[in-house]
């Protein structure tokens, strides 16, 4: 199952890239951010960072099992 949820979710961040570059849009993938929180360093890894005008959007699709709590449980 897990093999098939990787896919899916791949297949989600490639259609977004596709379609981000086909408008000319500013898409980001995998970019390593690099923060400290309280005097510890932590990177963060999201999908995605998609910049539209003046306005940044982190992208990170979750893909779930079917499930009655499978949204629920994701967020």
């Not at 499978?70 to 967020?75: C, K, M």
Request: proline share 5%; aromatic share 4%.
């Amino acid at each position: 199952m897990k093999g098939y949820r990787i896919k899916r979710h791949n297949a989600i961040v490639d259609a977004q890239a596709d379609k981000s570059k086909s408008v000319g849009q500013l898409l980001n993938c995998e970019p390593k951010l690099k923060a400290e929180r309280q005097g510890a360093p932590e990177t963060w890894i999201p999908d995605m960072i998609l910049v539209k005008s003046k306005e940044a959007f982190v992208i990170n699709p979750t893909i779930v099992t079917e499930s009655n709590h499978g949204l629920q449980n994701a967020n």
